[in-house]
């Protein structure tokens, strides 16, 4: 299955997450299994201040099944936009 997957971070340090153009809300709070909010607009609080954000792509095991996983990256573009 493909999907385009972007992430946002607006000037306030919080999230907002598409998933094949579709926004998804983000927990406020750890939860299992990565569940959204009910709430397809809710931001994540704020992310830390002053903290370096470095881009990276991987997979996480979820289940301690140990089974083998692919991931295809056709492209990516990650960019930011500088405020004077």
């Known amino acids: 299955t493909t999907y385009h997957l ?3 971070i607006d ?3 919080k999230v907002v997450a598409f998933v094949n153009g579709t926004q ?3 927990a406020a709070t750890a939860v299992a299994a990565g569940t959204t909010q009910a709430d397809s607009t809710a931001k ?3 992310l ?3 903290t370096d954000l470095i881009p990276y792509i991987g997979i996480q095991e979820v289940g301690g099944s140990g089974a083998a996983r692919t991931l295809r990256i056709h492209h990516t573009k990650i960019s930011r936009v500088l405020y004077e």
Request: cysteine-free.
């Open 6 to 8: 972007k992430i946002s």
């Open 11 to 13: 000037s306030d340090r």
């Open 24 to 26: 998804y809300g983000i």
């Open 48 to 50: 830390t201040d002053d």
């Open 44 to 46: 994540s609080i704020a």
